[in-house]
């Protein structure tokens, strides 16, 4: 069974984790998923990351930090040019990026950041 990096050893950062570990220990983040299944060959999703503080502000400071290289970003340019994010932050696999907008047309947001990943 995967475990967590922490049970492994591996620290990240200097402050203790949060009750649950997640993400959804800071305060006034909502995170979100959906899994879209269709016929025996459809498998896909998308995980949304909601900063509360888009509900009150136009954009936030936001920053971009490439691991590998490997990843498609979709919305990296706005965060390396102008080092903010209007939106949430999206989650999906590769295939699935042309797929969202369509499939999500009551979204409202202009230009969000999408972060392919790969296994």
């Known amino acids: 069974m ?3 990096a922490r049970e492994l050893g591996i620290v990240v950062g ?5 009750p649950f570990n997640a993400i959804t220990d800071v305060a006034g983040v909502r995170v979100g998923h959906t899994t879209l299944i269709e016929g025996d060959s459809i498998r896909t999703g998308v995980t949304a990351i909601v900063p509360g503080q888009l509900a009150d502000r136009r954009a936030l ?3 971009l930090f490439v691991g590998n290289g490997h990843g498609k970003m979709v919305g990296s340019t706005q965060l390396a040019e102008l080092g903010e994010i209007e939106t949430p932050v999206l989650l999906t696999a590769t295939l699935s990026t042309s797929w969202w907008p369509t499939r999500c047309s009551r979204m409202s947001w202009a230009s969000p950041a999408a972060r392919r990943c790969s296994r």
């Open 2 to 4: 995967p475990r967590r």
């Open 14 to 18: 200097s402050r203790p984790p949060g």
């Open 61 to 63: 400071p936001a920053g």
